[in-house]
């Protein structure tokens, strides 16, 4: 699988949403490398783009170059140790059932924060072991003449520097306005990567972005 491959299947989805009205596209976590994507092909189709701790780039390349910066150096995500596979598959594997205590308490504190032990599991049970190794290599920049011509909005229930996964929103690790085109982002509290835990709050978020297109 390939950033293209994402790109092209939530193109498809916008298109077929854009039939009913305006498009708010949420992009979270690795999302945001295809959200970008797709407001770079079809900005006319797309009202609205709400990065919730989202890897967005727009100075740099890829979501791999997001990572190696000295604001992402902090990053749980680089204790959540991956299953060694072989290059041939193409893919970054991690093994979400282990029974590692020292892997439960890294996963739970890159994504879950305060959730409960329970609710932690619960959510790594739902999580694919494997990821395309491709995605966080390929050029994933959201270009001003299309990414930045549209309202964007950075969820204050989770994102940037408040994030332990260290997902910066777009391209601004250090909570600064990175290119022309993007919105000023604003600077939360440490909050969890999966989005708080009563969903209502992030709800609340994207109805307000909802609402900027009526």
């Known amino acids: 699988m ?3 491959d994402y790109a092209d299947h ?28 797709v407001a770079n092909r079809i900005p006319e189709l797309i009202d609205h783009l709400v990065c919730a701790s989202a890897f967005c780039p727009a100075q740099r390349k890829t979501v ?28 970054n594997r991690v093994n979400w059932r282990s029974n590692d205590p020292a892997f439960f ?5 890159a994504l879950g924060l305060d959730y409960t032990d329970a609710e932690v599991r619960a959510l790594m049970n739902t999580l694919e072991p494997d990821e395309a190794a491709s995605i966080s290599v390929s050029d994933a920049r959201g270009l001003p003449e299309s990414w930045g011509a549209h309202p964007a909005h950075l969820p204050e229930v989770h994102r940037g520097p408040g994030d332990p996964a260290g997902a910066p929103g777009p391209d601004d690790p250090g909570g600064r306005r990175a290119d ?35």
Request: aromatic fraction near 2%; hydrophobic fraction near 40%.
């Open 64 to 91: 791999l170059e997001l990572m190696t910066t000295p604001e992402a150096a902090t990053s749980m995500l680089f204790r959540m140790t991956s299953v060694p596979t072989p290059p041939e598959p193409g893919l």
């Open 180 to 214: 022309p085109g993007q919105p000023v982002p604003r600077t939360p509290p440490r909050r969890p990567h999966i989005g708080p835990r009563d969903p209502a709050v992030l709800a609340g978020e994207l109805e307000l972005a909802a609402r900027l297109c009526r």
């Open 2 to 4: 390939t950033l293209k």
């Open 10 to 37: 939530v193109e498809a989805v916008v298109r077929r949403a854009r039939c009913n009205g305006p498009v708010v596209l949420v992009g979270q976590s690795l999302g945001g490398a295809t959200v970008n994507a």
């Open 105 to 109: 308490a890294a996963c739970k504190e």
